[in-house]
């Protein structure tokens, strides 16, 4: 009976792997604007669908019109949630320029400087070097909608990065969404 368990839970597995790798494709190749400069977008998911697929997470995902239209986000409405996705950058891509962006909501009525916040940040895990991180606070102006960026620059290529967003309200009534995520590198 527990050998019959177990080849259960590998077909389950083998069956189901395929199908979210192939969910997982980052979206690739684009250019900003006609013919402009070209970069290739590595996370796969950035504009949440209705499953967290892709990401390891504890924000759920929830439908929101704060950026001027009905859209879906990741919300950030438990103290302490997350959202993580590994980014393998191939050993023949050396390209310098990376940027971290995403559009982010937060309004904290209490203004929390301490216990309020998102932070966005890229570990480079195959160094284990912080490449970029960036915490915005309760206390902090309100943001709606808002673009944030996080650069740097290097040869990376080969490395692993985990892109991991970290945060949450302390009180009732603060909004933290995340959408519009990118991982982009250029030259």
Same mark, same amino acid.
């Given at each position: @009976?527990?050998?019959?368990?177990? #080849?259960? &839970? &590998?077909a389950i597995v083998a069956i189901a792997a395929p199908y979210a790798s192939a969910q997982c494709t980052p979206p690739g190749w684009t250019s900003i604007g006609g013919g402009g400069v070209g970069y290739y977008n590595w996370i796969a998911n950035g504009q949440p669908g209705s499953t967290t697929i892709c990401w *390891? *997470?504890?924000?759920?995902? &929830?439908?929101?019109?704060?950026?001027g239209q009905s859209q879906k986000t990741f919300n950030f409405d438990t103290y302490n949630d997350e959202l993580i996705q590994f980014v393998d950058i191939p050993a023949d891509r050396h390209e310098t320029h990376f940027d971290l962006t995403y559009l982010l909501t937060m309004n904290d009525p209490n203004? =929390? +400087?301490? $216990?309020? $916040?998102?932070?966005?940040e890229v570990l480079?895990?195959?160094?284990? &070097? @912080?490449?970029? *991180?960036?915490? $915005?606070? +309760? *206390? =902090?102006?309100? #943001?709606?909608?808002g673009r944030r960026d996080l650069t740097f620059?290097?040869?990376y290529a080969g490395h692993t990065?985990?892109?991991?967003?970290?945060? +949450?309200?302390f009180y009732s009534g603060t909004v933290i969404h995340v959408r519009s995520i990118g991982?982009?590198?250029s030259i």
């Open positions: @009976m527990r050998t019959l368990k177990c #080849l259960l &839970v &590998v *390891s *997470s504890t924000a759920p995902i &929830v439908t929101a019109t704060d950026c203004h =929390d +400087g301490t $216990y309020t $916040y998102l932070k966005a480079d895990v195959t160094d284990g &070097v @912080m490449r970029a *991180s960036q915490t $915005y606070w +309760g *206390s =902090d102006a309100s #943001l709606t909608c620059d290097g040869d990065f985990r892109i991991r967003f970290k945060g +949450g309200p991982f982009l590198q």
